[in-house]
């Protein structure tokens, strides 16, 4: 299984990215998908999950209204629209593989990819 994040890149406070997770080896509309992401001296946090349709989404309290997760299941693509960026939200994102759907424990996840840094200048 191999998942490719891309998509970070450096921002000002109030801007916009989207990151994307693209996965390969795996029947990807079988699983829940979720990123979570990893500051500088802390551990990782979860940020977004989606079920395997897309029916059920769900977002850290910090980035709830800001964030949206969405996927393309023929693409074997999940996606993380990031705006109203905030210095706080510089950190490293990982997309992974749910083992439990909708789960915001990273030791819930099996596969995860390499990450992707996004950095917020104030």
């Known amino acids: 299984v191999q998942l490719q994040a891309s998509g970070g890149g450096l921002v000002q406070t109030g801007g916009s990215l989207r990151l994307s997770c693209a996965a390969s080896?795996?029947?990807?509309?079988?699983?829940?998908m979720s990123w979570f992401r990893q500051a500088p001296g802390k551990e990782r946090d979860f940020v977004s999950s989606i079920t395997r349709t897309g029916g059920i989404t769900s977002y850290a309290n910090a980035v709830k209204g800001r964030f949206t997760i969405s996927r393309d299941n023929t693409k074997n693509i999940v996606y993380l629209q990031m705006d109203s960026l905030k210095p706080e939200d510089t950190a490293i994102y990982y997309c992974?593989?749910?083992?439990?759907?909708?789960?915001?424990?990273?030791?819930?996840?099996?596969?995860w990819g390499q990450g992707t840094q996004v950095t917020v200048s104030s």
């Open positions: 080896g795996l029947t990807f509309s079988n699983f829940a």
């Open positions: 992974a593989v749910a083992s439990i759907a909708s789960s915001r424990n990273s030791g819930d996840h099996r596969y």
